[in-house]
């Protein structure tokens, strides 16, 4: 297993505009639809790389989604492609996959022996790419592969996407093993080569930190339990932008899930129980906001600026807010002492 696998190792194209299509797409194990009628489009231009950070909890379908891109998976209905059809894709895993009998430079090479990927190497490429990622003191050590570190086992299997004719490249949580200063260093060196080589990347991540590094477009999967799976895509620039207004509350891990518009608020009798169940989770989405991601992240944010005045939507009020799972920016409760859910305005 080299941690590359190609839709087509024949492709001869220059690189160019290419894009993922899902249309319809239902997938899922037994009776829970994971996806269902998943429908969506990604894709770079003609003259420029583009990195699509994919997020969202764990367990909600981001590593299946590329395994469905990358045809590990099928799906019970639907179709996947990508245009152009002879579009090679490169797959980089959270650890390096390396040869320990091979030298780094070898092991950056090793595809010209493969009987399949062999014809679309090219020697050329290797010395580009240890220049670009910056491998040149690497090699000159001599070193085995097991003595390198882990950013630098990374930035090996990164140029050893380069040279063969790929132009898709999907990460599996590139950074998951490497410490802060090292993943820096890797999320640039795999910027640069996404920019330069005019690709498209989909990267896994749970980090919001290497998303706003690199990414240039946010996938967020969300999921209400027992329900399919739902994207919210927008740019990098739009998820980090507050706008003024809460549009809706969600009441998540819920039976009924609530669902408010911009108008309402509400009370305990809403609850088939008549309280707010201990552990229940609300989201809320800013007005504008399509990623659940970045709207529970303003959330938080909010609820810290306002803690000291405890002013909300105009008036005076107790409020508190608190999580569950690990991560408050994910899964906070907003609710105030009498147990109303807000409509927060700033």
């Known amino acids: 297993m080299l941690g590359l696998m190609f839709v087509n190792s024949e492709a001869t194209h220059a690189m160019s505009e290419v894009t993922l299509k899902f249309s319809n797409?239902?997938?899922?194990?037994?009776?829970?639809?994971?996806?269902?009628?998943?429908?969506?489009?990604?894709g770079n231009t003609s003259d420029a790389g583009k990195v699509i950070a994919l997020m969202g909890p764990s367990g909600v379908g981001?590593?299946?989604?590329?395994?469905?891109?990358?045809?590990?998976?099928?799906?019970?209905?639907?179709?996947?492609?990508?245009?152009?059809?002879?579009?090679?894709?490169?797959v980089i895993p959270q650890r390096a996959v390396l040869f320990d009998e091979l030298s780094v430079k070898e092991n950056i090479a090793c595809l010209r022996h493969s009987k399949t990927l062999g014809p679309t190497f090219d020697k050329k490429r290797v010395e580009g790419a240890v220049v670009s990622l910056g491998l040149e003191d690497v090699i000159q050590r001599n070193t085995s592969t097991n003595s390198i570190s882990g950013g630098e086992a990374q930035r090996v299997m990164l140029a050893r996407t380069q040279t063969?004719?790929?132009?898709?490249?999907?990460?599996?949580?590139?950074?998951?093993?490497?410490?802060?200063?090292?993943?820096?260093?890797?999320?640039?060196?795999?910027?640069?080569?996404?920019?330069?080589?005019?690709?498209?990347?989909?990267?896994?991540?749970?980090?919001?930190?290497?998303?706003?590094?690199?990414?240039?477009?946010?996938?967020?999967?969300?999921?209400?339990?027992?329900?399919?799976?739902?994207?919210?895509?927008?740019?990098?620039?739009?998820s980090q932008q507050c706008p003024p207004t809460i549009d809706a509350l969600y009441g998540i891990h819920w039976p009924d899930c609530l669902v408010l518009d911009i108008t309402e608020t509400a009370v305990l009798a809403d609850f088939p129980c008549g309280m707010i169940p201990h552990g229940a989770c609300f989201i809320g989405f800013f007005q504008g906001a399509s990623s659940t991601y970045e709207?529970?992240?303003?959330?938080?944010?909010?609820?810290?600026?306002?803690?000291?005045?405890?002013?909300?939507?105009?008036?005076?009020?107790?409020?508190?807010?608190?999580?569950?799972?690990?991560?408050?920016?994910?899964?906070?409760?907003?609710y105030d002492a009498n147990g109303l859910l807000m409509k927060v305005s700033i």
């Open 25 to 42: 797409v239902t997938y899922g194990f037994g009776e829970l639809n994971l996806f269902e009628g998943l429908t969506c489009t990604l």
């Open 62 to 90: 981001k590593t299946t989604f590329c395994d469905l891109a990358l045809g590990v998976r099928r799906p019970k209905n639907g179709s996947i492609s990508f245009a152009p059809q002879d579009s090679n894709v490169a």
């Open 164 to 238: 063969i004719n790929c132009n898709v490249l999907v990460l599996d949580e590139p950074c998951s093993f490497l410490d802060n200063r090292v993943k820096d260093s890797f999320l640039k060196a795999l910027r640069s080569t996404v920019d330069k080589s005019r690709l498209l990347a989909l990267m896994v991540t749970h980090v919001w930190s290497e998303a706003r590094q690199v990414a240039d477009e946010v996938i967020f999967f969300s999921q209400v339990p027992g329900k399919p799976v739902t994207l919210h895509c927008q740019s990098i620039i739009e």
């Open 295 to 334: 709207s529970t992240h303003w959330l938080y944010d909010l609820w810290m600026s306002v803690r000291e005045s405890s002013v909300l939507s105009g008036r005076a009020s107790p409020f508190v807010a608190s999580s569950i799972g690990d991560n408050l920016n994910m899964s906070s409760v907003f």
